[in-house]
């Protein structure tokens, strides 16, 4: 199963494709069940400062102490996902970057086996941190 956003749709002017992981296959199935009467699977397109505004604000409508933006959540994404050892070019795919350079010209990959490892694996790594697995334990990181 594959996410496609038409490139009228991205900031870089190109078409994205993103293969959706098995894990969240069934959670996407739900929002289509929920959603079958729209023609939009997460609500309506709406201008970028829209969604710019609502990201500033949701760490408030979800009752957190501090401050935090989608921005954020897209920082700690790619840091992360460099950290478990995704390669970086993978990375900015996923973030919908486009490619540098030389690499630009001539590399017209998707990456689409990478790009399935890489959250499949972020997944695992999620559902570790949400305590789905009782014989792993997260160790501190030393001082």
Known sequence: MLWTIPKENSKTGEKIIRP????????LMNIIHQNHKSSYLLGE???????????????????HDEEWSLHDLRRTFATKMNDIGI??????????????????IYNKSQYLPEKLD???????RLDVLAGNYENVVILKAAQ
Do not use: D, S, T
Not at 118 to 124: F, K, P, Q, T
């Open 20 to 27: 959706i992981p098995e894990y969240m296959k069934p959670f």
């Open 45 to 63: 397109i709406k201008k970028l400062e829209a969604v710019a505004q609502y990201g500033r604000k949701i760490w408030k409508k979800l009752e």
């Open 87 to 104: 390669a970086p070019h993978v990375v900015e795919q996923l973030l919908g970057h486009a490619l540098l350079g030389i690499m630009a």
């Open 118 to 124: 890489a959250l499949n694996r972020w997944c695992e």
